[in-house]
């Protein structure tokens, strides 16, 4: 196991020391702190930035670093001792256990995940490993960790695990937002792994009494957002003079949740969530595939205009729909608001354009992260 302070290399801002928020203290004396799996993600690393930011708790944040995990969405943070960042699996059976006694935190957060349907359909074996394997790894050791706390620990603890609306299946046009309610039906190797690790999450709160949260979002977009998602890679094609790719007729609907105000529930939940329940998070949302390119072409004309005059609507290109392709997707947020008090603060057109001109702001993460310079940067500085 190696340890490292956050990343010296890149973008991002960095906090200052009056907008640090203040390191609780327990009843002991000792600093609170929560352990974050998955840290150097998309949803996760913004988890990151804004749990330092607004709460002030240290974060030991483990993360494999795959391709999709990027020090540089940390980079704001370097020097900040509140957040140390370990590289490492969450099936790592002696990692873990050896993380959770050290460091000793009051919750885990598990963002760790496959997360890309067209990978799971090519190639499932990492989503297996990972959303299902590793998940079960973690709860064990979280576990064994837990039964050891003191009985106001215990109490007190709590293991939230962020999940996806992929687990219920797929919406007919008439039909109602999924609850919390509705049955897992998954379509793809993805949303098969996730809802695996969902279930065995809920047994080992009903067999262990283990204190679990579990949330299931909608479709996340804003910073950080690694190229291979629907709204970077639109983005970042419409700019290189790229088509943009649209599968089958871009008549799929899904529900769009900045990636801001899903953090805000995630904290929500773990604050004041009830053991053993699931939160639905959506953003309230839904739009069609063909909508959402059609507005980013939009912006993209209104803020960085082609040279020839041409709306970037013209590198449209519809593709042959990917196999088994779920039509629709959509979140009842109720739940969350009504008990928790959480509402998403941001619409799909306020929060598009803010992720727009992040993306334009930041040109040069995109082209690092994509870029095999910045693999080979990881594995010459954290070698295991």
């Known amino acids: 196991m190696k340890e490292f302070p956050s990343s010296a290399r890149a973008l991002g801002r960095k906090l200052t020391l009056e907008e640090k928020a203040p390191v609780r203290i327990s009843e002991k004396g000792k600093p609170q702190m929560i352990l974050v799996t998955g840290g150097a993600g998309f949803i996760g690393s913004n988890f990151v930035l804004h749990w330092l930011e607004q709460v002030g708790e240290p974060v030991v944040n483990l993360d494999k670093l795959t391709y999709a995990g990027n020090l540089d969405n940390l980079a704001g943070l370097n020097g900040d001792e509140r957040h140390l960042f370990v590289r490492g699996d969450i099936g790592d059976t002696a990692l873990v256990p050896s993380l959770l006694d050290r460091h000793q935190p009051r919750a885990v ?26 998940t079960f790894h973690l709860l064990e050791a979280v576990r064994a960790y837990w ?9 007190s603890f709590r293991f939230l695990h962020v999940s996806t609306d992929e687990v219920y299946g797929s919406l007919e046009s008439h039909e109602p937002a999924f609850r919390e309610t509705n049955p897992y039906r998954p379509n793809s190797p993805y949303s098969a792994s996730k809802a695996a690790g969902d279930h065995l999450v809920r047994a080992y709160h009903h067999t262990y009494g283990l204190p679990v949260l579990t949330t299931n979002c909608s479709n996340n977009y804003g910073p950080y957002q690694f190229p291979e998602k629907l709204i970077p890679l639109v983005i970042h094609n419409a700019l290189a003079g790229k088509p943009l790719p649209i599968y089958g007729d871009g008549r799929q609907v899904r529900d769009w949740l900045y990636v801001e105000d899903h953090c805000r529930a995630i904290c929500r939940v773990l604050e ?16 069609h595939n063909l909508d959402v390119v059609d507005t980013i072409c939009g912006i993209l004309d209104e803020w960085r205009p082609r040279s020839d005059g041409r709306s970037y609507r013209a590198q449209v290109t519809f593709v042959k729909d990917r196999p088994g392709h779920d039509r629709r997707y959509a979140i009842d947020a109720t739940k969350i608001e009504r008990e928790l008090g959480w509402k998403p603060a941001e619409t799909f057109e306020t929060g598009i354009r803010k992720t727009v001109r992040w993306y334009l702001d930041h040109d040069t993460w995109v082209r690092n992260v994509t870029s095999g310079d910045y693999r080979r940067w990881i594995e010459q500085h954290y070698t295991q």
Do not use: C
């Open 147 to 155: 039964m050891k706390l003191d009985p106001t620990a215990q109490v």
């Open 109 to 134: 957060v598990n963002f760790a995940a496959e997360s890309h349907v067209d990978r799971s359909i090519h190639g499932p074996d990492d989503f297996i490993r990972t959303n299902v394997v590793g």
């Open 272 to 287: 004041s969530g009830v053991p053993g329940e699931t939160y639905n998070v959506g953003g309230w949302s839904e739009k």
